[in-house]
Each structure stands twice: as structure tokens, then as C-alpha cells.
């Protein structure tokens, strides 16, 4: 159950703080939580502890652009067969630097702040065991996976201390910017605040021929916001995280990244546990190419986006047109977030084509589903369908090969109780397509296949998606992932 003063936060409406906390229930957990430094403390409580004592003296992040920005490490294979490659990847604690001269307790795979890329390909499975070395159960959910459910990171199935987990992606889907992260419920939003993501890449089997950017000029990003104590903790503190006023690009604090004037393919992923980036380039053109599920139709040219916690986006941007010594800043709506330095002229014979993947007609839907996204007054906590997560309860099941639309609807408007409260809607198992919304066509940039959907107060969409997979259970939530640990998650079952 959700606090009031919580829901309000500190002296303002939701609306203003933008927030809402998980369950008081987590601060009387017994699991103990050191992620943090210092003393430890049981779960939440030591987290709003941490964040109450240094919210007056916090740790300052570097002067703009001071730092370089680094891509994250590839992740490389143990071994190979004729059609798997076979990764161990670790769960384990680490000393990182984010921000200049100090080091930062952390939660990792492998060790780094952004874990180790995985690159796979279309069709050609991935085996990875994970093991377990952190003092407390976790897991790993690929997210935009289309994966069995013993592969899933369901948020029940955790791996225990000291334990291994082997899990198998066959990569049966088209090539695209996923990422992994852990999912243990109602940790979830902890562990990936203190660093347990990674990029997944899967490239497709018709990408090398259009002859878009490959090799150091294809480079993921990875966005999220953050709040540091005077020694250099990460605090999370769920009653003000306004307060993550420090924006990171690849775990490092408003970088610096040298490109050649040449076209880049950026591959944008929003890991924030709430903020939503509005994105642009000081009015450059940046050409969309991919979303969620991978390529676009057609490319879409953009002077701004929004990304919302978990949405991809790629782009690619042609630092040829711009003179030599240029400086161009992406900038969020606050302020800067990173800066590109065109630093020497170069042979570029790369291209973004008119066309670049076709989507086929959808199927013939068998039913509509209606799904609310709100607070339950009643419960004063974040709900689906007035329901908080039941992990004994099935919220719906569906045949095996069926397609359906499901309309999402964010009850929270501005009138509501709690005011206007953004929510994001993400789908386990498959990737969808935006049918409209509001009645009206989606918008610029969602005409491919999404996991993830930004649902503003009072919207309305409908989407389409067909379950083709495995038998088994699997989740549906949002992914602010403060609203999804206090309640906001359903399960389906795909049936036979």
C-alpha cells in the first residue's frame, strides 16, 4: 500500500513531483541492501535514509563536456557452435567511476556501469549463463526479447546467491536495439537505478545490404538521469527524484564524444526508472531509423524526440554537413546531455534508403482487450485494471497464434484524484504495432514494431499484437519502474 504523503510528494501534487514511490511494505523487508555504501539498512528505508541525509551537501557532477564519452564494452563469446554463441556474464558489485576522480558503488553485469554489449544475429541463438554474485537474489530480463519463459527474467524467478542461471535466446525476430536489465520484483527499480543494464543488439539479416553506418560509427547511447551524495553514492530517493538532476550518456556525466564528419547510425535507449528525455540536436535534422522492434518503413526525418524509460530510438545524423570543429549539443529540455565534436574529414560511402523495412498487413484480430492504467484510490496504489500485481493471479489468457488489440487508457488525468501522471505501457514476449491514438494516426516515428509506449494522462491507445511463442506466463506492466514495483504489472498466460 502506497503512503499519501508519498503519492503527493513532498508538499506537492503528483503532478509537479512527477513521481509516486513503491510499497511502504519494502521498507520491512529483511533483505539488507549496502548497494549504497555506508551502514546498511533494510530495502526502501535505507534508500530514503540515504537520500533524506545528503539531499542538502549533494555531490556536483563534472563541468559540460570535461569527460569523454565511452562506448560500452562488446561482450565476447566463451565459445561458438554451429549455431549458438555461449557468453557467462556475472552479477556482481563494483567499484565504478561516473563521476570524475571519485568512484561510485554499483550494481553490474560483468563489472561496468552499462554491462557488456551483446551482439547477436537474426536467427543464430545466444546461450548465456548468468551467475549470481551479488549478496542479495536478482535477475536479468531481455528486454524486447521474443524468448520461452524460462528465458524471460520473469520477476519471480530469481537466481540465488552464489546460484547460475543458463538461459537461451533464439533471436527468431527482426534486428533491433534491445537491452537487458534486471526485473526482480520489487527491486527492479533499485537495481537498474544503481546499474544493472546492457545493451543487446541483434542485427538483421537484411541490414548489411541497405548500407547504413556499421562498425565505430553504429554507437549505442544509453541515457539515463541520476542523484549523487557529497561522496559520490547514487542516491534514490523516491520522494524527490526531480533531484536526478545529473543526465549520464554511457554512465559518464554530460560527455564529450569525437565523430567524423561522416553519418552516424546512434542507437538511443532511455534506462531512466522515470524520466522521460525530450531530445534534440539544436535544430539539426536527425534521421529516425528504428524504433523498439527495429527498422522503420522508411526513414522519418525529426528535429526533436521523446524518449520515454525503456523506449529506443535510432537515429542517423550526418556530421558531414556540418563545418569542420563544429560542436553540436543533444540537448533535454533542461539543459545539455551530451556534446558531438566533428573532428576530421573522412571517406563516408554509407547511406540511409528510402526504403528500409516493409511490414506486412496484420492479421485478423480475434479480440479486443481494455486495459486502465491508474491509481486505485482504494488501495492508494498503482493498479492495472484497478488490480495490483498478483503473481498467482492470470489476467488473461491467450491462444497460442492469436492476434489482438489492446486498448490502453491512462485514467490518471489531470482531474483525476492524484492530477495527471505520465505512465509507459510494456509488453513481455512480442512486439507490437501503435494502431492510433486518441482515434488519431501515431505518431511520427511509431509506424514500426514497439515493446514500450509512452501514455500521456487521459490518452487513449490501441495497439496490435500477436502472441506466436511458447506456453507459459509472462508480465505486462508499466515501466516507470517506480509505478511497476508498487503494483502496476499484470500477467498473461499463452495458452495452446
Not at 59 to 77: H, I, K, L, S
Not at 107 to 135: H, M
Request: with cysteine; proline share 8%.
Amino acid at each position: 500500500m502506497l503512503n499519501r504523503r508519498v503519492l503527493l510528494g513532498a508538499g506537492g501534487v503528483v503532478a509537479t513531483a512527477a513521481a509516486l514511490a513503491w510499497p511502504i511494505r519494502m521498507a520491512t523487508r529483511p533483505e539488507v541492501s549496502t548497494a549504497a555504501g555506508g551502514q546498511a539498512h533494510s530495502g526502501s528505508e535505507h534508500i530514503l535514509r540515504m537520500g533524506k541525509a545528503a539531499m542538502a551537501s549533494p555531490r556536483q557532477a563534472a563541468e559540460p563536456f570535461t569527460v569523454r564519452m565511452p562506448v560500452p564494452q562488446v561482450a565476447r563469446p566463451v565459445r561458438r557452435t554451429s549455431d549458438t554463441d555461449v557468453y557467462e556474464l556475472d552479477l556482481r558489485p563494483a567499484q565504478v567511476e561516473i563521476l570524475p576522480g571519485t568512484t561510485t558503488p554499483a550494481l553490474t553485469y560483468g563489472g561496468t556501469f552499462v554491462g557488456p554489449t551483446i551482439k547477436a544475429k537474426e536467427n543464430r541463438k545466444v546461450q548465456v549463463t548468468y551467475v549470481n554474485r551479488l549478496d542479495k537474489p536478482a535477475n536479468v530480463h531481455l528486454h524486447g526479447g521474443h524468448v520461452p519463459p524460462q528465458s524471460d527474467g520473469y520477476p519471480m524467478d530469481l537466481i540465488g546467491v552464489g546460484s547460475a542461471h543458463t538461459v537461451e535466446y533464439p533471436n527468431g525476430q527482426a534486428g533491433a536495439t534491445l537491452w537487458y536489465h534486471d526485473h526482480t520484483h520489487h527491486q527492479e527499480a533499485e537495481h537498474v537505478y544503481r546499474g544493472m543494464h546492457g545493451f543487446y543488439l541483434i542485427e538483421g539479416a537484411d541490414e548489411r545490404a541497405l548500407g547504413l553506418p556499421t562498425g565505430s560509427r553504429d554507437v549505442p547511447i544509453m541515457l539515463r538521469d541520476a542523484h549523487f551524495d557529497a561522496a559520490g553514492g547514487l542516491i534514490l530517493d523516491v520522494e524527490h527524484p526531480e533531484a536526478r538532476s545529473t543526465l549520464l550518456a554511457n554512465g559518464r556525466p554530460l560527455p564529450y564524444f569525437p565523430v567524423d564528419a561522416a553519418k552516424y547510425r546512434l542507437r538511443l535507449l532511455n534506462s531512466s526508472i522515470h524520466k522521460i528525455f525530450q531530445l534534440d540536436l539544436g535544430g539539426v535534422e536527425m534521421l529516425q531509423i528504428a524504433s523498439d522492434g527495429g527498422l522503420l518503413p522508411e526513414p522519418v526525418p525529426r528535429t526533436s524526440l521523446t524518449l520515454a524509460p525503456a523506449e529506443r530510438v535510432e537515429i542517423v545524423v550526418d556530421f558531414s554537413r556540418r563545418p569542420l570543429g563544429s560542436k553540436l549539443v543533444l540537448s533535454d529540455t533542461n539543459g545539455p546531455v551530451m556534446r558531438f565534436d566533428i573532428t576530421r574529414r573522412v571517406l563516408d560511402t554509407t547511406r540511409v534508403p528510402d526504403t528500409l523495412r516493409p511490414t506486412a498487413a496484420l492479421p485478423t484480430p480475434t479480440t479486443t482487450r481494455r486495459i486502465k492504467l491508474g491509481v486505485a484510490p482504494s488501495k492508494m496504489a498503482y493498479a492495472i485494471n484497478d488490480l495490483t500485481w498478483d503473481e498467482n493471479r492470470v489476467d488473461a489468457r491467450i491462444p497460442n497464434g492469436t492476434s489482438e488489440i489492446w486498448e490502453i487508457y491512462n485514467a490518471d488525468t489531470v482531474d483525476s484524484e492524484f492530477g495527471g501522471i505520465d505512465h509507459t505501457f510494456h509488453l513481455h514476449l512480442v512486439q507490437f504495432r501503435v494502431l492510433d491514438r486518441d482515434g488519431k494516426p501515431p505518431l511520427p516515428g511509431e509506424s514500426g514494431w514497439k515493446d514500450t509506449v509512452l501514455v500521456r494522462p487521459g490518452e487513449r491507445i490501441r495497439l496490435q499484437a500477436t502472441f506466436r511463442g511458447w506456453p507459459g506466463r509472462y508480465v505486462y506492466h508499466c515501466h516507470m519502474q517506480e509505478h511497476n514495483v508498487a503494483g502496476m504489472m499484470a500477467q498473461l498466460e499463452i495458452v495452446p
